[in-house]
């Protein structure tokens, strides 16, 4: 075994000490919290995005806005997460292990699932809430500043524009790509409710909840803080020969913007009907990115060989973000690194960064 020279002196090495450090700042906050980290991180923010609002002359209705959100998504994932219960089910039947329905039946895990819905939808809303309303509380625009920094990093050649004309002579390509990136994002949305609400580990389920909660909201706030359309809309021009080619980014696109001229027409004092939370637009950071590398880390985690075929769908998310228009580069780059750090923190925070392969058996049950 190779030792460095920072381990013969004696000093442990930077990434477990960080480990341990992460570890601990979660242990203590936790043991003076009797809320998990998802439950109070996104009720503070859901406060604070109510008070903004209010502050900024609008109202969403308060609790009625939480109550028609809880309808609208709660439903959804109340069946994903019984599709996951009921297919480890089956599963454990057909191994004749019994240890899974001794977990599902135990009133802390019905208790655990029950806190892990509910905050699922609040994450969802007040992410949706902040993310629709960021033209009407930053009128500011990094765009410009956004396409820059790409063609900084690609030598200056635009990475939209390079990309573009790559696969223009080859519409097959295009096709796939265009549908690919939806439907890749939203069954991994789907994959992984599914996935982690039916594990029967509570542990996992909540580390899983802290850094999904932190990765979506945090990225809301990045939105706010250096709002951008995204290529398909300031540079819109680059994608004129192959628009065509791409209809359902296209027709996304315009749902987006339609909804998007709603928020910034609608007057003072109230929201305007037809207004939908969950098409707000964003360029800074790519959270499709994100989610999708911070899902297939997770995955990896409780088995390899699923993982790897989550990590494939990371790279289609990264390079169809920048074909299809909807991010710079340095978007996707950004949410790859949130993605990482919301992985990397939650697991360490629970402490399972330790031992990886023996806690993915005998705590989560997804491996025999």
């Known amino acids: 075994m190779n030792i460095t020279s920072s381990e013969t002196a004696g000093d442990p090495p930077l990434r477990p000490a960080l480990g341990r450090s992460v570890r601990e700042l979660g242990a203590r906050l936790q043991a003076k919290n009797p809320f998990y980290f998802f439950e109070w991180f996104t009720v503070a923010n859901l406060i604070l995005v109510h008070q903004l609002m209010l502050a900024k002359g609008f109202d969403n209705h308060g609790m009625l806005a939480v109550v028609d959100s809880l309808a609208l998504f709660g439903g959804a994932l109340v069946l994903q997460a019984a599709a996951g219960v009921a297919l480890r089910i089956i599963w454990a039947l057909i191994r004749r292990d019994r240890s899974y329905l001794t977990a599902v039946r135990d009133w802390k895990w019905m208790l655990v699932s029950a806190r892990l819905l509910i905050s699922a939808v609040l994450v969802i ?59 890749a994002f939203y069954a991994s949305l789907a994959l992984a409710a599914i996935i982690f609400l039916s594990l029967p580990s509570n542990r996992t389920r909540i580390a899983y ?13 990045l939105y706010l803080l250096f709002p951008s359309l995204g290529p398909c809309y300031r540079f819109e021009d680059v994608w004129d020969s192959v628009r065509a080619l791409m209809p359902v980014s296209y027709s996304w696109q315009y749902l987006l913007i339609t909804n998007y001229q709603k928020v910034l027409d609608h007057p003072l004092g109230g929201i305007r009907p037809g207004m939908r939370i969950i098409l707000g637009i964003g360029a800074f950071p790519s959270l499709h990115v994100a989610f999708q590398l911070y899902v297939a880390l997770w995955v990896g985690f409780l088995s390899r060989h699923a993982g790897m075929f989550f990590r494939l769908a990371v790279i289609a998310i990264f390079i169809g973000s920048i074909v299809t228009g909807w991010h710079y580069m340095i978007d996707s780059i950004a949410g790859a690194v949130i993605g990482f750090l919301a992985y990397y923190c939650s697991r360490a925070v629970a402490g399972l960064d330790r031992e990886p392969s023996r806690l993915a058996r005998d705590q989560t049950g997804l491996r025999a």
């Open 125 to 183: 809303h007040t992410y949706g809430w902040l993310k629709l309303l960021v033209p009407r509380l930053n009128q500011a625009s990094f765009d410009a500043e956004l396409w820059e920094i790409d063609r900084l990093l690609m030598l200056g050649y635009s990475p939209n524009v390079f990309f573009v004309n790559l696969f223009a002579e080859s519409p097959t390509l295009l096709w796939i790509i265009d549908r690919l990136y939806a439907q």
């Open 209 to 221: 909840a802290n850094g999904n909660a932190g990765l979506w909201i945090t990225g809301a706030w």
